[in-house]
T-cell receptor, first 116, second 114 residues
Framework: GAVVSQHPSWVICKSGTSVKIECRSL??????MFWYRQFPKQSLMLMAT?????????EQGVEKDKFLINHASLTLSTLTVTSAHPEDSSFYIC????????????FGPGTRLTVL | AQSVTQPDIHITVSEGASLELRCNYS??????LFWYVQSPGQGLQLLLK??????LVQGIKGFEAEFKRSQSSFNLRKPSVHWSDAAEYFC????????????FGAGTRLAVHP
């Protein structure tokens, strides 16, 4: 099946700093990438959807200036948490969707962010 | 509003026993329904999906699910559970058609006793 990677798998940062998380589709071209946030023992909540070369579409309640999403190529999307605070600590998961046989959401393993 | 409910937060079964995980959805139109499994350190993996047609769908790893429109349910079943099935299971509904915006349930954590 299609493989989606995320880097880093976990990160700890100080409050006020920015953190970038990468999401890559390794063996297919992702025309659409999705970013989710998962709180402990809770569901995945869609944060935003991005299409290659276009601005991301954010879900209601998600601060676009805080969670910057860039989908610069067909294999890479990045999520930057700006001026992170402890309440931003969470598990961030990306998924990628392509065309043809890759027309479904393939999920990355997630990134654990801890803000001190 | 669209939503997915998984009533069981945690389920424990014995290896070899049958399994049924419940999922109820709220969606105005014909739903696109999915079951995913999440294992530690791995991304969510699609077990099966229902878009249309036969209401009993077969998936990977011996799982199946039945779509019941009258009950707004899409329960996941497996006749004989293996220890390797221990994981978190998520039901999801796709709004905007197919694999676009997915709305997930809260998940059911499955534990398997030997």
């Amino acid at each position: 099946g299609a493989v989606v990677s995320q880097h880093p798998s976990w990160v700890i940062c100080k409050s006020g700093t920015s953190v970038k998380i990468e999401c890559r589709s390794l063996d297919f071209q992702a025309t659409t990438m999705f970013w989710y946030r998962q709180f402990p023992k809770q569901s995945l909540m869609l944060m935003a959807t991005s299409n290659e070369g276009s601005k991301a579409t954010y879900e209601q309640g998600v601060e676009k200036d805080k969670f910057l999403i860039n989908h610069a190529s067909l294999t890479l999307s990045t999520l930057t948490v700006t001026s992170a605070h402890p309440e931003d600590s969470s598990f961030y998961i990306c998924s990628a969707r392509g065309r043809g046989i890759y027309n479904e959401q393939f999920f990355g393993p997630g990134t654990r962010l801890t803000v001190l | 509003a669209q939503s997915v409910t998984q009533p069981d937060i945690h389920i424990t079964v014995s290896e070899g026993a049958s399994l049924e995980l419940r999922c109820n959805y709220s969606y105005g139109a014909t739903p696109y329904l999915f079951w995913y499994v999440q294992s530690p350190g791995q991304g969510l993996q699609l077990l099966l999906k229902y878009f249309s047609g036969d209401t009993l769908v077969q998936g990977i790893k011996g799982f199946e699910a039945e779509f019941k429109r009258s009950q707004s349910s899409f329960n996941l079943r497996k006749p004989s559970v293996h220890w390797s099935d221990a994981a978190e299971y998520f039901c999801a509904v796709g709004s905007s058609g197919g694999y676009n915006k997915l709305i997930f349930g809260a998940g059911t954590r499955l534990a398997v006793h030997p």
